[in-house]
């Protein structure tokens, strides 16, 4: 799977819009852009995943760069339960022989009150 | 639904004993996982398997072994349980979610700790 590349870290006010960033320069072509959250001493939940149009859902917002080497996570607006650590997975879903969700370190949001 | 079960959600373990970290799931998904996820790091593959009857081994399978009986279970075995072992280990089933991609769902995770 292609490589992301993350924010360590981020911070937001609530209520305030939030737009996490993930680059991805070696997508290819086949590789769907997953978006995963895992709140605190919980397991990964899905939040978004998106091709080559943006995508909105009842979660959140992702806007995918025309060249694709970039996308971004939109929390509209963001509350405290909103904080968690969000991952930007690459996973070619056409190869039915690619099971694997790599998950790096991904972005830790805190949410200021 | 309950979606994807796993117990227990706590464990200590002495070296060298074993144990099974079950998971279940409701959602008659094809595909299931086992990761593990260590202090600060993401997550690991340890295990997937695409069907009953059918694993494979992911990055880190040393240690482990898994079978697959029935569509609903996927237990994890640990034999000779090992420091190293330490960490939070998850549960997943996939399906299509739309576009012709696929997502996971995952359980709550069950937190071993050998000492």
């Known amino acids: 799977d292609a490589k992301t590349t993350q924010p360590n870290s981020m911070e937001s006010n609530e209520e305030e819009p939030v737009h996490l960033p993930c680059n991805h320069s070696?997508?290819?072509?086949?590789?769907?852009i997953h978006w995963y959250r895992q709140l605190p001493s919980q397991g990964p939940e899905y939040v978004i995943h998106g091709l080559t149009s943006n995508v909105n859902n009842r979660m959140a917002s992702l806007a995918i760069a025309e060249d694709r080497k970039s996308s971004t996570l939109i929390l509209h607006r963001a509350t405290l339960r909103d904080a968690a650590v969000y991952y930007c997975?690459?996973?070619?879903?056409?190869?039915?022989?690619?099971?694997?969700?790599?998950f790096g370190t991904g972005t830790r949001l805190t949410i200021i009150p | 639904n309950a979606g994807v079960t796993q117990t227990p959600k706590f464990r200590i373990l002495k070296i060298g004993q074993s144990m099974t970290l079950q998971c279940a799931q409701d959602?008659?998904?094809?595909?299931m996982y086992w990761y593990r996820q260590d202090p600060g790091m993401g997550l690991k593959l340890i295990y997937y398997?695409?069907?009953?009857?059918?694993?494979d081994k992911g990055e880190v399978p040393n240690g482990y072994n898994v079978s697959r009986s029935t569509t609903e279970d996927f237990p994890l075995r640990l034999e000779l349980a090992a420091p190293s072992q330490t960490s939070v280990y998850f549960c997943a089933s996939s399906a299509f979610i739309g576009g012709g991609a696929r997502g996971a769902f995952f359980g709550q995770g069950t937190r071993l700790t050998v000492v």
């Open positions: 959602m008659n998904h094809n595909y």
């Open positions: 997975i690459l996973r070619d879903d056409f190869n039915f022989g690619n099971e694997k969700l790599t």
């Open positions: 398997s695409v069907g009953a009857g059918i694993t």
């Open positions: 070696t997508i290819s072509g086949t590789d769907y």
